[in-house]
């Protein structure tokens, strides 16, 4: 049901009170599981993670999760990105003393836990191994900067969920009654609760961090003073339609970015004779359009549900060459029309283009396209894989020089207090969204040009490194 959040590797762990069982690979969970890993996987706790890599390489050694064996004996999964990773990797290896098998920034942040944990235990104070845990967390989040929510499975302890002081990254938690008592769950977005019977219970509070012992107890502590700041381009893509993330509705929110995006498209006085959604996020928001506008809605791409989605795949020539895969052109709905492409978002322009390509070839007359979010000029250093400005089809561009390069014949992006109003409309509560992609202002206030530059550098040097993919 998360898949949608990572296609590059896929672990699981579990516990039966006696050992740790796990099983990770690079692929798709349909590929790294089958039916004899998961009978091995036994036992009454566990968690899983989809991979998407933001920080580190396309590795089999980085899939998470990660484990050290002391204190207690932690397997760590995480969602989101560190941007103090290098200062923290430096600490760990110079002053912790602790070894660091990859790259990966969840790596550093299990071993930062660990030796928290390590400190408190070497605590001789009578008090008990939960205290002991949100204590560690609490000195944990003194430590991090940058974007986090975490599962950490304790030997002898239980399952650990926590949330970085902004919640940036979602985080929600689930609850299922059975004979034997309550049961619970923890996950990105609520969609993976219902096929197994849990009902979501709430969002986990940023800077809150939740422990569920081995005989169900729940225990909660507010670690750090949290504000909700939650980033907004998970409702513009990363989320599935049928999620709620901090009480709003992804589904919902869209339909909004519809109803914006039509005022600003009437007001161009176009002849479109159709509108066609870029599959398959775009849908509700083209629904909407094409309900204000009265234009019909029409699918005019077909995608082959066996292609990945490229925004988050590794490498610019490996998107490049899956777009064609991904996509095909209905000839019938171009032929002689004027179009109206709308689309999620446009981040490096390389999909767009080949999609506009591909339907003047189809015999389109005029293509004009509609982007649900606001141009993509800043780097998501949170844990959106758009590390660098020079990607970023729309960096130091005007809509005009965008829409040259795109090959469209008009572009229309969502404005950025379209977007707010979108999502706010579902949680008046929340104050300050993370939307620093559009606007460049970093919630965590930590990021300065110098750390942009250095991202740049080490994307490139990324990028010259040869690619290895999985069998599948």
Known sequence: MLQHRGQDAAGIVTGNGLFFREKKDNGLVKDVFHQDDMIAL?????????????????????????????????????NGNLTNADLLREKVMKKYRRHLRTKSDSEVLLNVFADKIHQQLKDESDINDIDRIFEAVKMTMKDLEGAYSVLCLIDEVGLLAFRDPHGIRPLCMGKRSTSRGNEWAFASENVAFSPIQFEKVRDVIPGEAIIVTHDGTVHQRQCAKGQLNPCIFEYVYLARP????????????????????????????????????????SRPVALEISKELGIKYREGLVKNRYVGRTFIMPGQEIREKSVRRKLNIIGLEFRNRNVLLVDDSIVRGTTMRQIIEMCRQAGAKKIYVASAAPPVIFPNVYGVDMPTRRELVANQLDTEEVQKILGADALFYQKLEDLIWAAREGNPEIETFEDSCFSGNYVTKDITEKYLADLEIRQERIDEEPISLPNI
Do not use: C, W
Not at 57 to 77: D, K, M, R, W
Not at 244 to 266: C, E, F, H, M, N
């Open 42 to 78: 036994d036992g009454f706790i566990g968690m899983g993670h989809v991979r998407y890599p933001t920080s580190g390489t396309l590795n089999a050694s980085e899939a998470q999760p990660f484990f050290v064996n002391a204190p207690y004996g932690i397997y760590l999964i995480h």
């Open 242 to 281: 049928d999620s709620i993330l901090d009480g709003i509705s992804v589904y919902k929110t869209q339909l909004r970015l519809g109803q914006t995006l039509a005022k600003q498209i009437k007001k161009a006085n176009l002849k479109i004779d159709s509108i066609v959604p870029v599959p398959d996020s």
